[in-house]
Structure formats: structure tokens, C-alpha cells
């Protein structure tokens, strides 16, 4: 349908539906979007989307919808829709995965949405080659294509919308696939969509973190298999039977798409939740009678320098300054390390003397009247201590608050304490949402050697200046560190923390000797 076929009356009817992204998809299109993938067309923003769900959510589909939409309300344009410089705007998308077949898909799930009798006249042709795409009433194009070699046949356009379909099997070529191709092709007010169950803590991690923390710019969302309400409960029984013995973490990740490890990270999902606030200001000015510890990670050659100021006055602890830095040099680090010194009040700040050159950091530091506690971590013991006492402070007075049925790796159900979620008052650090830390923290692994890791360290040296990792605000709860009764209440043996011992109303006991 042309401009001159559509009536007044239709325009506004179209022109209502645009408007509104889940109501033109529910009237316009074959299927109906549930409230997860509604969610998704409606809050989906930013320049960068994030949508990772477990498996059979349904977002082939709902990018299927996106592109559709997009295309023909040629969103984003600065134009009123259905005048003369709307029609003339040239407008494209692309649908984008890891080879040809997969980019299809959304293509395909497209093609079906567009045969429906409200949008069909709308459609003016939709091509097989030499690279699918379908074209629009207005002159908007939907593009299909693979992002192997590097993504060459995505170059040489520019488009309003671009989405990689299972972007979690590019694990380390994410970045590489943005940075060196997709940035580069989205025209003034476009959008990218990052969009697949993910597969560990990848490139698609990074992404999916920062739109988590509420960095501007990013938004992240999450779905599960069982937001899918067309999935009939034959299929979701059919699945839970047969992930019923896999690995929890697996689980997980298929039926809800969590990130899970592949190898073993340092801190666990609940952790950073917890210690990360969006809400958090990066810099907080210096409050007469607050108490602080500042901490810095000193680049040597390619390393950058990283600083952090924490206030320690109440708990939690609030990190109020953050300081990153390459390529400078030494005097200037050694001046900005006394400007903050002076600025926050610190006697001594806390630094990284690892390595040959550590001694002579401090000299050149006292020198100009500036006194630190040099730490040496050069051994792997001393960096896994450093850890294990950050690992400590996050969940510092986390209690338990019942119990829960796991999967051990011999394959029983087992019961075990349910931690405290995420929320109120537990860990002993609070920190910003500054994307360098998300990445770090996020990603970090004991076996360090190729990591980046200034900013770990950094905040491990601060709070060890301050923490031992001993401490608690008060036992825990049926505790993991110790009980108020050592004895089982049926068979009067001693407890250890081996036993896995569980309470019922008030009383301990053995794991195999709890009341039916």
C-alpha cells in the first residue's frame, strides 16, 4: 500500500496503532505478544538492549515484531508519519546472528507476521536474494544477514535498528563485532538489540551487566521459559522431567536464563547484586567527622592505576571516590595520590607495592611527605587471602532464612539453608554502578593471569585495611560459621559444619535426624 492508496481514515487508525508498540503488534500482527515480550517492546529504549531469557521465551518472535515495528512507523525519524519527507526518509533494519541460517530465523518468524490480513497490504515485497529482506509501503527495508568474517556483509548501510539473535555464542567476539562493525552502522537515533540465553559470563555478560546496574545508555532484561503462556504444560513438564537431574547451574541458564560460571568467579550473582546500586552517586565530597580508607592499584607499564576512597563511618561502606588512569606519568599519579589523600583525610593510603619496582614507589611516595601502608601480594596465597576477605565482607551478616532442595553432583536432592536474598542490610560494601567495576568484579576469576583486575584488588586492599574477615554484626541464623548449640537434638552427638546441620524451632539437628 502507497501513500496515495491509504485513506485519511486509515492513516489515523495506523498512525494510532504506531504509537503504542505492543498495541500496534497485538492488532497488526499473526501472534500476540505476552507480558514478558510486551515488556520487552515497550521498555526497550536505550541504545543498547539487552534481552536474555531461557529458552523458549519466544524472542526470535518478539524481535521478529521489533523490526516490523520499527520499519513501519520508521521510528525514530524526526518526520510526521505519512507526511512527504517521512515517505522519502531512506529507513533500515537488520536482523544479525552467527551465520546465515540463524540470522533466517527471525527473518522467517517476520515473514509469518506479515502475512496477517491487518499488515499485508503493507508489505510491498518480500525477497529471498541475493540477501533476504522484506520492504515496506513507506520504503522502509528488513534486512538479513551473517556476521562471519568479521561481519562484512553488514557493512555499507546505515541502520535504525540492529539485532544479533543469539549473541551469547559470540563469547569473546561481541565486542569486537560492536566495536569494529555494528557502532559504526547505526544511523543518528538507532537502536541495538543484544538478544540470546547466555553462555557463561561472555561478551554478552558485559553487555547484559551494565544495563543491570542502570548505566545509562543500556537496558537489560531478563525472561524465563515459564513467561511464555503459549508453551502448553505438556511441553514445560516435558522439560522440567528431563533437566530434572542436570546441573543446577545448567538449569538455570536454559530455563531462566541466568548467567552462570564456567569456571569457577570469585564473587557470586547475589554479591554483586547486593553490592552495586545504581541509585549510588560516583562521587561523594568529603563530610567533616566521616572516617575513611583509600586504597590504590599502581600501574606499572600497561596496567592502569586505579584509586578508590571508601567511607567507613557506618556500615555498609560507601565507595565515594573512584580514580582510573593509563599512560601518565609517575609524578602525576604521585600528585593525585596526595590530592585525594589530603581531600578525604587519609593518613595512610593503602597501596599495591607488588614487584621490583614497589620499593621504590614508597620512597618516592615518603619522599614527598606522603606516608602509605605498603602491601606486597606477590605471592598466590596472599592475592587468595586478599579475596577470600572481600569474598567475606560482601556477604558480611547475611543470615539464613530457611532452607532449600539442591542438587548435589551425585545427583540427590539434597536440603540446605536458603541464604538471605538480595536486599536490606547485609554486605558490608556499597559501590556504584561505574562500568569498569561491574566489568571487573563480573568477570573475575582466582586464576587472574589474563584478567584485568586493577579495580578487584584495589577494592580488596581497601576493605583489608579495615576488615580481617573474622567479624560479623551478629551469628547467623542456623549459621554457616558456627551455632549456638553444638549437639543433634535426637541423637545428642556433636555438630559440625560438615553435617549440614538445620534447625526446627530453634533446635539443631543432624542433616539424616530432622523431624518428618
Known sequence: MDEGRATAKMRDVLRARLADEPRFCSTMLAKRPHPGQARWLRDANEMINILVPGNRFGKSVVEAMRHIHHCMAKRGS????????WYAEP?????????????QIVFDEAKLLVRHPAIAPFVKRVYATPFPRIVFFNGAVMHCRSAHDDGKYIDGHAYRLVSIDEAGWLKNDLKKLMNGVIIMRLAGGGMIDLVGTPKGFGDLYWYANRGLRGVKGYYTQKGSIYDNPYLSEADLKIRDELLAHADPQLREQVLHGGFVSEAGMAFTQDQLDQAFSADMP??????EGHRYVQAWDLGRRTDYTVGGTFDVSREPWRLVDFQRLNKVPWEHIYELIAAKR???HVHSPVIDATGPGGDVIEEELTKRGIFVDAVRISSGALKTNLINTLQSALDYGRQTVGQKRVLDEAGFVRTVPAMEPVGGGWGLVRMPAIPQLLDEFGT??????NLVQDCVIM???AVGSKYNGSLLAEPLVGGIYGYDADRCAKCELPITD???PVRYGGVLYHFNHQPS
Open 498 to 500: 560438615y553435617d549440614q
Open 282 to 287: 560516583a562521587h561523594e565530597a568529603y563530610q
Open 91 to 103: 529507513y533500515e533494519t537488520i536482523s544479525v546472528s552467527v551465520s546465515a541460517d540463524q540470522a
Open 342 to 344: 589530603t581531600e578525604y
Open 78 to 85: 524526526v518526520y510526521p508519519v505519512f507526511s512527504p519527507r
Open 444 to 449: 573475575y576469576e582466582l586464576d587472574d593471569k
Open 459 to 461: 577494592v580488596a586492599l
